[in-house]
């Protein structure tokens, strides 16, 4: 049986201009669900963390969903192998086991579940990971396990640091980002642990759900973290509940956090967030410039991308079927569902919503001059989307991107067999100049922008 139906590619495709393809990097049997990029063995370049987990699947919670089959029991929840690589793919170190099976292991919403500081002072960056129900601390430029502790629950899928605080002691930050154990609610609670992996503090927070961006909001120097729609301090303190949630009732399934996009703008930081039900564009202080409600905001960014507007802009994706584009006033400036692309041809089996944790990311520009793009990624092979919503750029590919066929698959979402393709923009050669990297769990793709010698 012929599982790939061809995919028509016409000459609007054909016609944009095209990213330069750098290198193709051949990920063996480590290649991730995720890619965590950051510097840490402190020579100044950036290397790769590809890892291999289930995601938000590795707790037991989900044991007994049905609509997962057979995959949400093997492999385990406990399946974990982190490989860094140097950005040209060699291998610097392992933590684990590569997965090494003929069919796809799931995964869901791991994009939170690596993160990279100097929490211990020593001038040396540590690996934070999340591992089933355990923290795990590994030294940067090794690998080898520093320490590690058990979490209360199995769920907690976000980690996050506080590196710069009051007192100059990092706070870890650790959270659940979606199910929850009573009797908490969706997205709750978040633990605050010394560096010592003691529990400083365990609290719920109003929407608490898929992000949870650092900031110094109150330019004291510390960075906060916002919690839902609430500012939280390093010590756990409420420096702000936003606005609109004050003294009101939440419904933490239907309302959380999907994502958070932030934006400095005429010296004022800017947050866009899509909260399930409603779109906001907030300030650092806790005030709504503006919201509206949409069917189901699951993703937003802002940034410089309306070559029409000076100021920023938003794209956002509604529930998957829809994207729009907003200006700064709220205004809706264009509407439609961005097409597929799939010029290898696309296996029958896949179909749309992918419902990625990260669906698009911004490619900023090197020339200030120019916008800003999205890479939207959750219809195929990624390309460019302008300020307009127009095709702007694509992105030339190797036969590798060809994905297998999967037919023994549940009836779920693709991305979490790794059918899809993910994104990550980063400076990865400290020229000035962001790369693109798209990856999936086999190969990776690093190109540079067409201006880019
Ligand atoms: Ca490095
Ligand atoms: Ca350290
Ligand atoms: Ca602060
Ligand atoms: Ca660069």
């Keep these: 049986m012929n599982i790939i139906r061809l995919f028509k590619q016409t000459s609007l495709w054909k ?26 063995n402190d020579d100044g370049l950036p290397e790769f963390l590809w890892l291999q987990s289930k995601g938000i699947f590795k707790s037991d919670l989900y044991l007994n969903n049905k609509r997962l089959g057979a995959h949400i029991h ?43 500081c100097d929490i211990d002072g020593d001038g040396h960056v540590e690996v934070l990971a999340l591992r089933k129900q355990e923290l795990l601390v590994l030294e940067g430029n090794s690998g080898r396990l520093k320490n590690s502790c058990v979490l209360p629950q199995d769920n907690f899928a976000a980690v996050t640091t506080f590196c710069n605080t009051s007192n100059s002691s990092p706070v870890i930050l650790v959270s659940v ?46 960075e906060e973290a916002l919690l839902g729609y609430q500012m939280v301090k390093s010590d756990g303190t409420i420096l702000w509940t936003l606005d ?7 419904d933490p399934f239907a309302q959380h956090v999907d994502q958070v996009s932030h934006f400095k703008w005429n010296g004022r930081d800017l947050f866009a967030i899509a909260g399930s039900d409603r779109l906001y564009l907030i300030d650092s202080t806790g005030v709504t410039i503006w919201s509206q409600m949409l069917p189901h905001p699951q993703y937003c960014l802002i940034g410089r991308f ?32 961005l097409p597929e692309n799939w010029p290898m041809g696309k296996p029958n089996t896949l179909a749309r919503p992918f419902h990625k944790g990260v669906p698009a990311v911004v490619w900023h520009s090197p020339d200030l001059k120019s916008q800003d793009i999205v890479v939207y990624s ?68 690093i190109y540079s922008w067409p201006s880019v010698q």
Aim: hydrophobic residues 35%.
């Design 74 to 116: 093997h492999p385990p929840g406990d399946m974990f192998c982190l490989t860094a690589t140097r950005v040209d793919g060699s291998v610097i170190w392992q933590y684990g086991t590569p997965f090494s099976e003929p069919d796809p292991y799931i995964s869901h919403a791991g994009e939170m579940m690596i993160t990279c």
């Design 306 to 337: 309306d070559s029409s507007d000076s100021r920023p802009s938003l794209f956002v994706t509604n529930r998957r079927e829809m994207m729009h584009g907003f200006d700064l006033d709220g205004h809706e400036t264009w509407r439609r569902m």
């Design 378 to 445: 959750e219809a195929g092979w990624p390309y460019g989307v302008n300020g307009s919503g127009r095709l702007c750029l694509r992105f030339p590919h190797t036969g590798e991107i060809l994905k297998p066929a999967c037919a023994n698959l549940p009836n779920h979402r693709p991305d979490d067999f790794g059918l899809s393709f993910s994104c990550a923009a980063y400076d990865i050669d400290r020229d000035g100049n962001e790369e693109m990297v798209i990856f999936d769990r086999r190969y990776a793709w």
């Design 15 to 40: 016609k944009l201009p095209q990213a330069k393809l750098r290198t193709v990097l051949n990920l063996e049997n480590f290649g991730g669900a995720e890619l965590f990029i950051h510097d840490i």
């Design 244 to 250: 609109l949630w004050q003294g009101k009732q939440i």
């Design 177 to 222: 980002m979606a199910d929850s154990y009573p009797p908490y609610t969706y997205g709750n609670p978040t633990l605050f642990l010394d560096k010592s992996l003691n529990i400083l503090h365990l609290a719920e927070h109003i929407g608490s759900g898929h992000r949870i961006p650092l900031t110094d909001a109150d330019g004291d120097g510390a």
